[in-house]
């Protein structure tokens, strides 16, 4: 993965370069430099209205109570794509209206869920993680006691219950030291 990444790093930006002297070469530097700035602007619109429509769906995904994971699919994807529009260049600027645009993001978002459902089965197994140990966890309601050396004797009251002057408003029970 480093191997993949590195060589990405570095032929995507001579990739970029090639593309942009080909256009200007084609079309004059000012027009090239144009449209890259123009192509820029729109993707910034774009990430934000797309951003802003997933980030409402999201959220009222949440409100009913369901998991979000198309609407967080989504987003991921969005935001990659509007890296990528704002990264100067004519093929990242493709790409990333790939990840922004709502339909060609539907059929990239199909094949990044079975790749990443590949690699999480070959990372973990197609049953999950093999010998992972669940814990089980219970809360309640615990009172606060002080110690016998942190209050001296006649301070504490019977039963563990603090006097009223000690009592938090969280402690529960009334306001005059009664479970």
């Known amino acids: 993965m480093p191997a993949i990444l590195f060589a990405l790093l570095i032929l995507v930006p001579i990739a970029e ?8 070469q084609e079309v004059g530097i000012f027009a090239t430099l144009a449209l890259l700035i123009t192509v820029s602007i729109l993707g910034a619109y774009l990430l934000k209205r797309e ?3 997933t980030w409402k769906r999201l959220r009222a995904s949440m409100a009913e ?11 991921a ?16 600027d493709v790409v990333g209206l790939l990840f922004v645009l ?7 978002k199909g094949g990044a869920r079975k790749l990443m ?21 219970r809360a309640s309601k615990v009172r606060r006691n002080r110690s ?12 563990g219950v603090l ?9 529960g029970g009334d306001s005059q030291g009664r479970g």
């Open 102 to 108: 709502p339909a060609s993001r539907a059929v990239v």
């Open 163 to 171: 006097p009223p002057s000690d009592r938090r408003p969280d402690d």
């Open 17 to 24: 370069l090639y593309v942009i002297v080909q256009v200007g």
């Open 77 to 92: 994807l969005i935001l990659l794509g509007g890296a990528l529009l704002l990264t100067p260049g004519f093929l990242t």
């Open 117 to 137: 459902g590949g690699w999480m089965v070959k990372r973990m197994g197609p049953a999950g993680y093999v010998g992972a140990k669940v814990y089980e966890a």
């Open 65 to 75: 109570g369901k998991m979000p994971t198309t609407e967080a699919t989504d987003g």
């Open 148 to 159: 016998a050396t942190s209050q001296p004797p006649e301070s504490q009251s019977p039963g």
């Open 51 to 53: 951003g802003t429509a």
